[in-house]
């Protein structure tokens, strides 16, 4: 025999309801630290605190090269091309050492350049320094 369902009082939970679930900021009952955690040493401590303040360094480096004034290419190591007055598309680099690195399997005509970064929709975009890459005026 089949069974026949009344589908007409919707669905719990459904995207029309525009109510938040709340969840509970408390401790699940039973759940306790387990018994092989042990300290982190100082060493480690300080290699954690290290590697925050890394993540949280604005600082980037870029590799460019200008062609004329008002016209900068940015290198982008992930498709070994370059971007034309957008440094958006450019590879930011965290250490100028490893951006030296990819700057001399380059060639002569390209130079690194220090900027800042801020994050816009959850992205790492570069502030270039003010003026550069801009047209002179005569």
Known sequence: ??????FSGGVRGCAASRSKIARSRRPKVGRSVPDDATAL?????RELRRRLADLKDPVRY???SGIAP???LYYNVADDVYAMNDPSHATLFKRRKAAGAVKQLLGRGTRIIRCTTRRRNGLRV???PAGFGRRKSP
Do not use: N, T
């Open 1 to 6: 025999m089949r069974k026949e369902y009344d």
């Open 41 to 45: 040493s100082k060493a480690q401590v």
């Open 62 to 64: 870029l590799i460019v």
């Open 70 to 72: 008002g016209f900068v």
């Open 126 to 128: 570069p502030v270039l």
